[in-house]
């Protein structure tokens, strides 16, 4: 089993700057991938970024040059640095881990949501 909980949101300008934390606990197997999903009201959710144990990263194409994913292996902590902000990312963003991939369903874990919103 695996317990995430993610921090660091809140409300910003646009152009403005987050970094968002996810801390993990439970089996470390599990948490081989880690990513950044996000869902805004009405939306789908729909995955932001992913990092493998080794810091393989993978970004969807909207968030590319803007936001960075790393993690902290000794800590078992992702995170989510979010430049240039703009009223668009305003959504949950949920952490998520899976012992093989976070791009393809099902996800096994997830974190339980924090909110980003960014006013214009």
């Known amino acids: 089993q695996v317990h995430l909980v993610e921090s660091g949101g809140g409300l910003v300008q646009a152009g403005g700057s987050l970094r968002l934390s996810c801390v993990a606990s439970g089996s470390i197997f599990s948490t081989n991938v880690m990513g950044w999903f996000r869902q805004a009201p009405g939306k789908q959710r729909e995955l932001v970024a992913h990092?493998?144990?080794?810091?393989?990263?993978n970004y969807a194409d909207f968030v590319k040059g803007r936001f960075t994913i790393s993690r902290d292996n000794a800590k078992n902590t992702v995170y989510l640095q979010m430049n240039s902000l703009q009223p668009e990312d305003t959504a949950v963003y949920y952490c998520?881990?899976?012992?093989?991939?976070?791009?393809?369903?099902?996800?096994?874990?997830w974190g339980q949501g924090t909110q980003v919103t960014v006013s214009s």
């Open positions: 990092i493998t144990r080794a810091g393989r990263t």
């Open positions: 998520a881990a899976d012992p093989v991939g976070v791009s393809v369903p099902p996800v096994n874990y």
